[in-house]
């Protein structure tokens, strides 16, 4: 292996990993207000591509019009998934509201495979133009779009929860939901807006992905959600700056693993690396006082 | 102001809180005292939309909160500090008072006040997990200032404090929050509770069992009794 296969191998890992890095965003926004986990998160993105890719492949809708549906489409979907797997469950009821993510994320992919029958389905490409090249590194236009959308939105997200009312209730409702109810915030309607902001990060995330692939199976809803898991996992629970460097390492971690050990074994790289994390650093990179506060708070209920 | 009539708490069969009824007019101050299990962080619960309650009313000015969420009853006009301090510890100072000011234009200028007015403003940027215990119980006041409450829950604002701390926290509720304030105080410490308010009430059981002047309380028979646990003569 040569320096010039490890700068392209950590380069392809960089782009890769900026769409993981999306979604860890909205998994973590998710889990930071809710402190339950959502595993029909990667389901509500895939819905949103189907609504895009239905509308590109029945009207032929251009990629601009695909990326607003499938936007718009992921939004609402996260705004249903939250108001019957999470509004009815307190936090106390943690593997209620777990249990039926994973129902509603049978549901979505279901009513998938109806909207599209067709086990695959073309999706408008981002940019079709030839890689740049860089020396003698190779660098697709598409991928650097999506490297570029996803500083873009952490640096929106990061202005959002510093500097706004907004970000401010957001940032009281995760560090302490009840005694931001008692100052007045409605606790219930932050984390409806946050699940709909990360919903809407994600249908971002999931229309990149889909977009650099030229198309798309519902097998992106798993996908999604077993990446932006583990991306959280990596850089820890409840941090924005977390969920993007962990992010960026997985997908740096699996283009290395990929070229030294093939391409079957990439994704049991990044579950082994799940596995350790919780056995060995179960706060990930920035998270651990996040981990602790939610576990002092596991324990006060 | 405050009017609580016939309040029934109930958790998992056990009555907190039994057919509870009390009036508590506008800038009355008034001790809540009882031993552990009394009832009394239930009542500033079921007040502030915490628990649900079982039965009963409670009215603030003629209107019905019982039914409304934590914020509307907040909204409203109650503010609350809390036994075991719960602020947002890694926002910092003067973002843990922020929400509470509402959306008047001179937020961040009424926030600084509230610092102000007890003692912290020249730790604004401070993050809130990293203040002493005395200055949190201190924040936790200033948010309830920056609420401009007109009924005010202070839970147990001295545990945990110095003597001297103890003072100044008492005085500080005393001094920060205006006559038309009414305010309700748990205390162990029936120093604080005569220091701050001219009434009290004593719980046992869920049950209001004596309503009177906090310079008679100390004389009543049935504060022994409850705190003794011997029979009660009621």
Redesign the interface.
Known sequence: MTAVDLAQNTLDGLMVGASYALLAVGFTLIFGVMRRLNLAYGPTIMAGVYLGTAAFISLGAPTLVVLVVVIIGAALVGLYVERLCFRPFGEGARAASMVASFALWMQLEEAATHLLPQHMNPFPPLLATQPLEIGPLLLRADHLVMLAATLLIAGAVTYLLART?LG??I??VI??P???????????RVMMLTFVLASAIGGVAGFLIAATDGQVTHMIGMWATTKGLVAMMLGGLGSVKGAIAGGLLLGILEAHAQWFLGPQVRDMVAWGLLFVLLAFWPGGLMGA?ALD?TMAVGRRV | MLEIDDLTVRFDGIEALRRLTLVVPPGARIGVIGPNGSGKTTLFNAI???VAIAGGTIRLNGRAISHL???QI??SGV??T?QSV??????SVV?NV???V??TRDARQAALAALDAVGLAARRDTLAGDLSFYDQRRLEIA?AIA?RPRLLLADEPTAGLSQSECDHVIELIGNAFGAETAILLIEHKIAAVEALCPRSMLLSEGRLIVDAATSDMRRDPRLANVYFGTQLPL
Do not use: M
């Open positions: 009312k401010l209730a940032r009281a560090d302490q009840r005694a931001a109810a008692i100052v007045g915030i409605h606790v219930e006082k506060r | 502030s939309g915490l969420a934590p914020h907040a909204a503010a609350r809390f719960r602020l947002f510890q890694r926002l973002d922020l929400p509470a509402g959306t948010r609420q």
